[in-house]
């Protein structure tokens, strides 16, 4: 079945730098890449996708980029501020029309 | 518009208990996702239910079943429970109308479970 892999599982970044996370996943018939934000106590909340025919979409400080051939996306964000301090999870949607998630960045921004 | 609504927020059971948690999706959406969210495991799929259908079922054993109401809203419900299930629980809708899976899905603020 379908395997997503993130990395880092911890990231800390100075309030002001940018922070990158990857992911890479493993069915090539993927073909939808959300990302997701938790903050304590809350449930996850969708922050960007993309869709497989896309390689790159961005929003404000939030972008990410699709690399179907090496089959790996990854999540920007720039000019990172306190609030940007959460739990991140990317996920594939396989060819079964499951939703699979990685098991999330901590992101640590430092003052 | 209102959002994923969870309910209970918290439970506490005791080993070989049932338990049944509750989610009302966000209005007009038909699919409901149920995720079991741990430290070690991550967020683990359970099932999909689409008009009242299982459509989808994650790698969990049987103990672990769900259903869905003609007005969307789900039912989870976890028969003879282990120290295990310790865990929160997520349940999701979307505005999917068809096969496939590329909608958001939304989240409502889980069940935080605890089997003591």
């Known amino acids: 079945g379908e395997n997503v892999e993130q990395h880092p599982s911890t990231l800390s970044v100075q309030e002001g730098d940018s922070a990158v996370i990857k992911c890479t996943y493993s069915?090539?018939?993927?073909?939808?890449f959300p990302w997701y934000k938790q903050e304590l106590g809350k449930g996850p909340q969708l922050i960007i996708d993309?869709?497989?025919?896309?390689g790159e979409k961005k929003d404000q400080r939030i972008a990410v980029t699709l690399n179907k051939t090496a089959k790996h996306f990854s999540l920007h964000i720039t000019e990172t501020q306190p609030e940007d301090s959460a739990v991140y999870f990317c996920?594939?949607?396989?060819?079964?029309?499951?939703?699979?998630f990685g098991k999330g960045t901590r992101l640590h921004i430092l003052p | 518009k209102a959002g994923v609504t969870q309910t209970p927020r918290y439970l506490i059971k005791t080993r070989g208990q049932q338990v049944t948690l509750s989610c009302s999706p966000i209005?007009?959406?038909?699919?409901v996702s149920w995720y079991q969210q741990t430290p070690g495991q991550g967020l683990q799929f359970l099932f999909e239910?689409?008009?009242?259908?299982?459509?989808n079922k994650g790698n969990f054993p049987g103990r672990f079943s769900g259903r869905q109401f003609s007005n969307s809203r789900s039912e989870m419900n976890v028969s003879t429970l282990e120290l295990g299930d310790s865990a929160l629980y997520l349940c999701?809708?979307?505005?999917?109308?068809?096969?496939?899976?590329?909608?958001?899905?939304?989240f409502g603020n889980g069940t935080r479970l605890t089997v003591t």
């Open positions: 069915d090539s018939a993927s073909n939808y």
């Open positions: 999701a809708s979307s505005s999917i109308t068809t096969g496939g899976t590329d909608s958001p899905l939304h």
């Open positions: 209005s007009g959406h038909r699919s």
């Open positions: 993309i869709r497989s025919n896309v």
């Open positions: 239910y689409f008009s009242e259908t299982q459509r």
């Open positions: 996920a594939a949607a396989n060819r079964d029309d499951k939703i699979i």
